[in-house]
């Protein structure tokens, strides 16, 4: 199964490629371009504001995620995978009506593992780079990150309104779009978000600089301090000392383990339940995972705790037919709404994909993550090649030159990864069917249908 999985991934990738190569190569290069120009125009525009700058530069990367959206829709297409999604994974909505309603839906959840694997703070790091650049490190125009920093350190509670405003307006506006259906709104949702998640990279970073510092002057971190002497006295009794364990312990996990497996397991992971999500995979929400899990409970009880769920239930049925509340008490249940809405808006969409992805077995998941891998490798080869080549060069070459030679590193190796997870989303679907018809013509023998054979793919994967 590993070699038939590890065939199947890189024969179908590289076909896939070469099929859609016109196409894939025409929506990249017009998703960098566009990249290209917003962040050029958004370090010109911090001559006239540097608040001009940060409402400019979100728009580079959402072009960038829309390229990446469209690429993951055309080899979906190709493959024929939203025909492959069982009913009771099927998301049934107009995501196929028009690229403007695709995007409005898939947006939102790409920004978040964005931010969440450091993407969106390696961009605020490369406006730093390009404003540092033009105006010099003795400059005193006023760049984004100086702004920041001033407000940060000298007007923290306005910083603090500004982002509470914008995550506000993003709410406003999502609502607006469900309410209204009106699709440009999905894509300034988007914006927003990607303007919230800048701003709150490049200044939360000082806030939180400046909290742990206020923190460390307080009082009450003596009073921990003091009440945790007796258990240091204790570690003292066995020659451990425990500030130093905690601390060799922390850098292990978190300074070596995690970034490995991070990059190795994680990642390429969730890359999948984000392209599931594009093709249609279900997309619950924390109520809907509540109903599910509360739906599954009740065949587990017994007895008077059998009973006990019967009243809640009967409460909470009863309690949804009240009339809406009012006054604080509907105040407080809006904004609860609100705050789990985002989560349901941005990371459970993923997490409900990922949840999917790991049921096609781990004798996929190796072979996917070492063919994923193996993609990450020839992107080090390739960048290592072009700094062998242009490699010595001064400043000002690398201003003019850095983009261009940026799509040389990643072009080749970025539609590698698309199409490879698109063919990996397929392979997925095609084990749960396996599994299915194993299931059915079996269904005494489990470990049979755990371990099923490998079949003739399916009609989207002719031309293996």
Known sequence: MLWTDLRILVTDTGRLCWRLLPRLLTIWLLGWLARRVFSAVAVIDGDVSPWLTLAIFPLGIVAELIAIVLILQACGRELGIRALIPSGELVDDDRDAGVTRLLAITLLPFIGIYAAFGYI???????????MARYGLLSDTPTVLGLLNDLATQHTWRLVMIVITLY???RLVDLAHEQTGWRPLGLLVAVL????????????????????IWLRDRAFMRWIETALEPLEQLFALIRINLPELVVRV???????????????LVQPLVWLAVAAIIYGSNVMSLAELNRTVRDQLPGRYSGRTARRAARRAERRTAHQARPPRQGLRRVGTEAKE?????????YLPTFHALRLVVRSGPTFIRSFVLVYAAVAILGNYLQRLVRLVTGGRDLDFWLVYDPLLDLIRTLPVELLRLCLLAVAFRRCLELFDQRAVAAETLPGEAADAERPAPGPLTPAGAGR
């Open 193 to 212: 978000e990607a303007f919230f998640v800048l701003l709150l990279v490049m200044g939360g970073i000082r806030i939180w600089q400046l909290a742990k």
């Open 121 to 131: 703070n390696d961009a605020a790091y490369a406006l730093y780079v390009q404003q």
């Open 250 to 264: 922390w850098d292990f996990v978190f300074g070596q383990v995690w970034p490995v497996l991070a990059d190795t």
């Open 168 to 170: 506000v307006a993003r």
């Open 338 to 346: 609100a705050f789990l809405g985002d989560v349901d808006d941005k």
